[in-house]
């Protein structure tokens, strides 16, 4: 099993990013996909999954949407409106955490 994340960055607040999680070594479509995340100094945090049938969730509605393509095994996180306090790695996994990404960085600053 393998992920492998994109699309981190430096972001002005206001800004949006999308990050990418390719997946590899299993089923990707018959599997819950979740993206977390870690500021520094803090613990590891849900941020968005989204089951096989693309029914998704995620802890900042109106703002980060959770999409996938199950044809190209890819994982999608789109994030809008970017706060400072976004600022962290994220990380994509599968299932709750049974495999992970080595995370991406994603930085909002001015």
């Known amino acids: 099993v393998r992920l492998v994340e994109s699309g981190g960055g430096l972001v002005q607040p206001g800004g949006s990013l999308r990050l990418s999680c390719t997946a590899s070594g299993f089923t990707f479509s018959s599997y819950i996909m979740s993206w977390y995340r870690q500021a520094p100094g803090k613990e590891r945090e849900l941020v968005a999954h989204i089951g096989s049938t693309e029914v998704n969730k995620t802890s900042e509605k109106g703002r980060f949407t959770v999409s996938r393509d199950n044809a190209k095994n890819t994982v999608y996180l789109q994030m809008n409106s970017l706060k400072t306090e976004d600022t962290a790695v994220y990380y994509c996994?599968?299932?709750?955490?049974?495999?992970w990404g080595q995370g991406t960085q994603v930085t909002v600053s001015s």
């Open positions: 996994a599968r299932r709750a955490g049974d495999y």
